[in-house]
């Protein structure tokens, strides 16, 4: 069974440009997260939808972070315009309920220049 | 701040030693548990999970303890090998389903 796949791997910008991260969980599985994850420290939950539906987005910086989960199975991550303190691993992961364990991709290492 | 970050506790064991990684979590109200490992360059991996209403479980090699009295977490890892060197995080999940995660240990095993 194939886990989480995350495209693309890593991404260099300069700041001011848009970049966008592209997910697509396990199959069957309803909830997908997005975190954000700054080197040496633990993932930080950005937003989760279940299905379609964003439920949690409280952490997202909406002035510039955006996420859309269209028919409820892939899911895009876009920031517009990047900075230069957006540098970090952005990590997607997907669970087949809100209430089991949650599998992770291998994340997007966003470097802004 | 990011220099705390940076300097990760690290838990130096002998190849064959078990290992015990601790993690205090926040929210008395948390039912889920998880720890997760990650390798350099890879994203988090599951390595077992637990709710509230147990004190342990266990898997290969693995087993985690939970004392919700002192809202403590530990991960114990039998005959611990190269291949356990990792960063371990351990989450929790409270009651919106929020996977909040801990600051993470790093796992060194010398051969």
């Known amino acids: 069974e194939a886990g989480v796949v995350q495209s693309p791997r890593y991404k260099i910008i300069e700041k001011k440009q848009p970049v966008a991260f592209w997910c697509n969980p396990i199959?069957?599985?309803?909830?997908l997260y997005w975190y954000l994850q700054n080197l040496g420290q633990g993932p930080e939950l950005l937003i989760r939808?279940?299905?379609?539906?964003?439920?949690?987005d409280s952490q997202l910086p909406k002035d510039r972070f955006s996420a859309e989960r269209l028919k409820g199975v892939d899911s895009t991550l876009k920031i517009q315009p990047a900075e230069l303190g957006d540098s970090a691993v952005y990590l997607c992961?997907?669970?087949?309920?809100?209430?089991?364990?949650?599998?992770f991709g291998q994340g997007t290492r966003l470097t802004v220049v | 701040g990011e220099s705390v970050g940076l300097h990760l506790p690290t838990l130096s064991v002998q190849e064959g030693d078990n290992s015990i990684i601790n993690c205090a979590y926040s929210?008395?109200?948390?039912?889920?548990f998880i720890w997760y490992k990650q390798e350099s360059g890879k994203g988090p991996q599951f390595i077992i999970d637990?709710?509230?209403?147990?004190d342990k479980r266990q898997g290969q090699r693995v087993t985690v303890l939970l004392n919700k009295t002192v809202k403590h977490l530990s991960l114990q890892i039998a005959a611990t090998q190269p291949g356990d060197s990792a960063v371990y995080f351990c989450?929790?999940?409270?009651?919106?389903?929020?996977?909040?995660f801990g600051s993470g240990t790093r796992l060194l095993v010398r051969p």
């Open positions: 992961a997907s669970s087949q309920e809100m209430n089991t364990e949650a599998f």
């Open positions: 199959s069957g599985h309803n909830t």
């Open positions: 939808y279940e299905n379609e539906e964003a439920v949690d």
């Open positions: 929210n008395s109200a948390s039912d889920y």
């Open positions: 637990i709710r509230s209403n147990m």
């Open positions: 989450a929790e999940r409270g009651s919106s389903y929020k996977l909040i």
